[in-house]
Nanobody, 127 residues
Framework: QVQLVESGGGLVQVGGSLRLSCAAS????????MGWFRRAPGKERELAAF????????YYADSVKGRFTISRDNAKNTVYLQMNSLRPEDTAVYYC????????????????????WGQGTQVTVSS
């Protein structure tokens, strides 16, 4: 069983920045594929970004590309989402997700690609 704990959410003004963190349990964190998803009110959960175990491969949704950066520190079992130039449409609950090992046939751009989820952290961007 893997536990994921997000932190770093909050209220920020348009154009501001936040950094989300997700601490994961387990001894093989460096093999986990880690994703950040978000769910805005009345909308489906959608991918923001994901990162493979080594950190060398990342993917971003078009809506966040150029503004958000996903990274990881395998020594600390932690994945980050740096969010810059925030917009009102970025307001959502942000969830950290994990799959224990990369598999080529899995779709990591959708929630079903992940087996473990955090409880979520609220990000509100005010205008």
């Amino acid at each position: 069983q893997v536990q994921l704990v997000e932190s770093g959410g909050g209220l920020v003004q348009v154009g501001g920045s936040l950094r989300l963190s997700c601490a994961a349990s387990g001894r093989t964190f460096s093999t986990y594929v880690m994703g950040w998803f978000r769910r805005a009110p009345g909308k489906e959960r959608e991918l923001a970004a994901f990162i493979r175990g080594s950190g060398s491969s990342t993917y971003y949704a078009d809506s966040v590309k150029g503004r958000f950066t996903i990274s990881r520190d395998n020594a600390k079992n932690t994945v980050y989402l740096q969010m810059n130039s925030l917009r009102p449409e970025d307001t959502a609950v942000y969830y950290c997700a994990a799959d224990l090992q990369y598999r080529w046939y899995k779709k990591y751009g959708v929630p079903s690609g992940y087996d473990y989820w955090g409880q979520g952290t609220q990000v509100t961007v005010s205008s």
